[in-house]
């Protein structure tokens, strides 16, 4: 079963009174449970691709195509229902981390499930999370941390951080955009094992883009970016080829 269909996506922005073609009719169907990487160079319209597929953009008014969750089409939601999507099935892992510098480890992975429960939510079921943030944080080897500030940490351990946060509310869909992009290669790897760690036997999907063939090969499966088209899928798809 496809957990994310996307058809005939089109998105186009504007420089001025230049039209600016990003994506150019993407067609793409995503299982539940995949890991997908979309692999492609600077340009070729994935993080636009992963912006649209979180909602944080929609697709062009006229022939902009369709994007929909388990059959349910993001475009028929209201400014409303998207935000309550994202906060409720949809975790972000950026390539620049965006944590609070004046919030601890712990702090900043807790920020989401602030924002989605709301002050006396968060109040009510405050302690429960908190142990699930120790937990997640834990998994991704930051035990020693929770009280630490971003400015202490390494840039592998903040992207840790990252993705710690965007699972805190157990989301079913992980999107990525170059999460390794300010890594070293090994810090890279070590990173990406958190990923298979995190994502332990659950049925999360994982859309995770990538201009690194070598990072793309951890996923399940390789779709290629080019120009704004999905290509056929890369050589060597398969996770660890």
């Not at 299982?31 to 990487?37: F, I, N, T």
């Not at 941390?145 to 805190?168: D, F, M, N, T, W």
């Not at 999460?179 to 659950?202: C, H, I, S, W, Y």
């Amino acid at each position: 079963m496809s957990a994310i269909e996307v058809t005939n996506l089109h998105k186009t922005y504007k420089l001025g009174k230049v039209e600016v073609p990003v994506l150019r009719g993407v067609s793409l169907d995503i299982a539940s449970g995949e890991w997908l990487a979309i692999l492609g160079a600077s340009g070729s319209g994935k993080s636009t691709l992963l912006h649209l597929l979180g909602g944080l953009d929609r697709p062009d008014a006229k022939t902009g195509g369709r994007i929909a969750y388990d059959g349910k089409a993001l475009g028929d939601l209201s400014a409303n229902e998207r935000n309550q999507f994202r906060r409720d099935h949809v975790g972000f892992v950026f390539q620049f981390y965006h944590l609070v510098p004046e919030l601890t480890v712990i702090e900043n992975t807790l920020l989401s499930a602030m924002i989605r429960l709301g002050k006396l939510g968060y109040m009510r079921e405050s302690g429960k999370l908190r142990e699930s943030a120790r937990e997640l944080l834990g998994k991704a080897g930051l035990s020693h941390r929770l009280g630490h500030k971003p400015a202490q940490l390494s840039g592998g351990e903040r992207q840790r951080v990252a993705i710690a946060r965007a699972l805190i509310n157990d989301p079913p869909v992980i999107l990525a955009d170059e999460p390794t992009g300010n890594l070293d290669q090994k810090t890279g790897a070590e990173l990406l094992d958190v990923f298979e760690t995190m994502r332990g036997k659950t049925e999360r999907t994982i859309v995770m883009v990538t201009h690194d063939p070598k990072v793309a090969r951890r996923a399940d499966r390789v779709v290629e970016m080019d120009d704004g088209h999905i290509r056929q899928p890369a050589a060597g798809q398969a996770a660890g080829a």
